[in-house]
């Protein structure tokens, strides 16, 4: 350990020796790590589990009513429509299966806020069931969500986020308040604490890394308030939709359903229940193409809804490879100042130090050059993700936690290997005798 | 101290082998001072290297203060050479960013000493080369004597057994040259082999043995007193030489 100390105290004073030459190492390894880190940051962040605690008896409902010649996506024809039509979506609504069951989807209504200070603005809402907050285990600072009589009726009840709170009520406790949406009051029964799903796994469509919506609205509403999707809708059938119950009543897919099952038998009968509804359905008509009911866990349908974009992958390959050329290009520089060194090492050597002992104190500046970079690099990693945050309008979504500080650290490490190794190996097995010029 | 027998040493370039040292022996008591002493190209440099474990040697044996060191690790010779050997150059090679404590503490950092002992042995070792209030100065900031008392603080702040000295007097002014032998006959009085490199005659003629060196083969070797051969690796035809 003293020798330890005494060999990281060398590498300090090798670093002072020649500030200029460190400075740019470090630098180097600084822009490295700020690129790399970024970029890990994003992907970390993109292909994470949302909720690691439940992803996996969280499935998403998807059944095939698409074209019965064509399947819904043409590089993947095993894979069936991500979404439900409304008629579908309510009928299985029906099942007393899962744990828990939501159709859900976006809609879009105009607030009126009681402030007359404040002027009426759009504001995107999530119509669903009571379960979805159970099932997704929305975290509620004031009040809960509604209960299933409030589904049925539809009972005048919402729930904002903690967002939507400080803007119309100066973040207070607004349980109980009414607000106006659309020609109708609805009361505050729950509002949200800060949450932030990443990506938002109960809806990707659209915009998987936006927000989750301002307000909660019970699903049955949609008939009442004529409610149509702000996301995406998809359709096949050449049908003409006239107005809001034709859209009700069409093929077109613009619900999204989750289920929880928590056990495979209860799977097993929730696939038997779809398999059954879809079969009686054809009798009528429908779902001509073969049967396709599919039930994915939440990573399953991130994956295939290819959450993470190709061009997110590439770029963290190609700043992987940044780093480990700026490491590279390190090498000489450290070869060079290494083997200027050399008379020292002869002297070091005939006193005592061994090879191995040499190596030790060349990497150990090299790693602390690393270390040094490592800590200058995270520091420029938070600001570029914070500019990216700032174009991005997302607010504090793309943030360095602690796991990507200890990747940042660790690639600094690698880093200041990969620079060190070589030049290390070379300056310990430079022969003390040649350097020490006896007579 | 030092038995090396029948040692070899090539050296071998691509077209050439140059034969530096060849069928050399050389046996030292503990407590000697020997005096080396020959032309440039002589051998004198690979001895003090075979001898230091700087280098190492194609053929023979050598055992150092009763252990057999001809075959050792890097690490293990790394480890005697810490232990029991002290070297003086004729540069000094001082660290020069390095002060004069922290020059001398080198060694026993190698040791893994703990620092109040370090600090204890380093300001005996500057008390007997008479520098202790120079202790933080840098290198720099001495003459070429005083660097050299340092170099000598620094070989002998480990006790070692065996001190090797290059031409220690060779970038010295006659004065200063005689006040680093007075140091160096001192620290042999207190019972510490000396090797010396010198081309001074006079010099050489202060230790208890010369040894003369030419092409690689002792071609002298006398006691002061007796003149008397001690080791039979006198090649024929020098054997009447009188250097």
Known sequence: MTVFVYQLRLAFKSLRRNPVLSALMVVAIGLGIAVSTASVTIYYIYSGNPIPQKSDVLFHVELDNWHPDKPFDSDHPERAPFQLSYRDATAIMQSDVPTYQTAAFRGEFIVFPDDDQQRPFREHIRMCFSDFFLMFEVPFQYGNGWDEAADQTPESVIVIDSEMNQKLFGGINSVGRSLKIQDRYFTIIGVLAPWRPTPKYYDPTGDPFGKPEGIFMPFNFTPVLEVYSSGSTWGWTPDSITNHEGYMQSEMLWIQMWVQLDSATQKQAYQDYLDAYVIEQKKLGRFARPLNNRLLNVMTMLEEQEVVPDSTRSQLVVSLLFLVVCAINLIGILLGKFLSRAPEIGVRRALGASRSSVFIQHVLECEVIGVLGGGLGLAISVLVLNLINRMLSTGEHLHLDLTMVGAGLLLSLVAGLIAGVYPSWRICHVAPAVHLKMQ | ?243
């Open chain 2, 1 to 243: 101290m030092i038995k090396m027998q029948e040692i070899r040493k090539i050296y071998r370039t691509e077209h050439v082998e140059t034969h530096a040292l060849d069928s050399f022996d050389l046996e030292v008591k503990a407590g000697e001072f020997i005096s080396i002493m020959g032309p440039s190209g002589s051998g004198k440099t690979t001895l003090l290297n075979l001898i230091g474990l700087l280098d190492s040697f194609d053929n023979g044996s050598y055992v150092l203060d009763g252990e057999d060191v001809t075959k050792l690790s890097d690490r293990q010779m790394s480890h005697i050479r810490n232990l029991k050997i002290g070297f003086i150059f004729q540069t000094f090679n001082l660290i020069p960013d390095l002060n004069v404590f922290d020059n001398i503490d080198v060694p026993l950092r190698y040791r893994g000493m703990p620092a109040r002992e370090r600090r204890t042995s380093i300001e005996e070792a500057l008390s007997t080369v008479g520098l202790v209030s120079r202790m933080k100065h840098l290198p720099t900031q001495l003459s070429g004597g005083q660097q050299q008392r340092v170099a000598v603080a620094r070989a002998i702040v480990g006790r070692p057994k065996l001190i090797l000295a290059d031409e220690p007097t060779g970038n010295l002014d006659t004065a200063m040259a005689n006040d680093i032998m007075d140091l160096l006959e001192k620290v042999n009085e207190s019972g510490t082999t000396l090797v010396m490199v010198t081309h001074d005659p006079d010099l050489a003629r202060r230790a208890s043995r010369q040894i003369h060196l030419l092409d690689g083969s002792l071609i002298d070797l006398k006691t002061q007193d007796s003149h008397v051969p001690l080791i039979n690796a006198v090649p024929a035809a020098f054997a009447n030489a009188d250097c």
